[in-house]
T-cell receptor, first 116, second 117 residues
Framework: GAVVSQHPSRVICKSGTSVKIECRSL??????MFWYRQFPKQSLMLMAT?????????EQGVEKDKFLINHASLTLSTLTVTSAHPEDSSFYIC????????????FGPGTRLTVL | AQKITQTQPGMFVQEKEAVTLDCTYD???????LFWYKQPSSGEMIFLIY??????QNATEGRYSLNFQKARKSANLVISASQLGDSAMYFC??????????????FGGGTRVLVKP
């Protein structure tokens, strides 16, 4: 149990385009999901907390207009990188909080974004 | 100040031996949780073990055990009988009072473990 999927696993896009990344909790409901960014050989940096049915809470320094988050259901959150630039290239990981049984965050497999 | 500190950027361990990964934390909360995750080269974050601040016993999960020393604010991970598949990056993380912090996790910088045959 406690499986979180992410789609796509890899994406290459041109500068200026927008990219949507999906995060799904497959076997549990998640009222809260989290989006992280990870640069090579570095730790995870929390970008925002995604709350089902309400606005996301962004960490300091993260542009909310650039990284749009939508948490439309208890099993799906999406992150859209708008007008992507090469500096947005990174590994994006989502996690979903299992509040019912373990109150643990389970992570998706990540999405590697490359902006040309 | 760093909330989670992992002082070992990398370490080698011989197959079948035990290895201890250090983690110290800083919080003023009474209620918090400590987690360890494994990140292999594929990138996925795999949950290993959890210790609650009020748990009196050290957490154990198979070959993983957490040496929780509350007064010293340390939560070291011990991997017994290392296997080649244990080669990965290991992250220590803390969740502070969820009512205030919203269940956010703060991660340490990670320790890369390489198991030698």
């Amino acid at each position: 149990g406690a499986v979180v999927s992410q789609h796509p696993s890899r994406v290459i896009c041109k500068s200026g385009t927008s990219v949507k990344i999906e995060c799904r909790s497959l076997d549990f409901q998640a009222t809260t999901m989290f989006w992280y960014r990870q640069f090579p050989k570095q730790s995870l940096m929390l970008m925002a907390t995604s709350n089902e049915g309400s606005k996301a809470t962004y960490e300091q320094g993260v542009e909310k207009d650039k990284f749009l988050i939508n948490h439309a259901s208890l099993t799906l959150s999406t992150l859209t990188v708008t007008s992507a630039h090469p500096e947005d290239s990174s590994f994006y990981i989502c996690s979903a909080r299992d509040t019912l049984y373990t109150d643990t965050q389970y992570f998706g497999p990540g999405t590697r974004l490359t902006v040309l | 100040a760093q909330k989670i500190t992992q002082t070992q950027p990398g370490m080698f361990v011989q197959e079948k031996e035990a290895v201890t990964l250090d983690c110290t934390y800083d919080t003023s909360d009474q209620s918090y949780g400590l987690f360890w995750y494994k990140q292999p080269s594929s990138g996925e974050m795999i949950f290993l073990i959890y210790q609650g601040s009020y748990d009196e016993q050290n957490a154990t999960e198979g070959r993983y055990s957490l040496n929780f020393q509350k007064a010293r604010k340390s939560a070291n991970l011990v991997i017994s009988a290392s296997q080649l598949g244990d080669s990965a990056m290991y992250f220590c993380a803390m969740r502070e009072d969820y009512k205030a912090a919203g269940n956010k996790l703060t991660f340490g910088g990670g320790t890369r473990v390489l198991v030698k045959p």
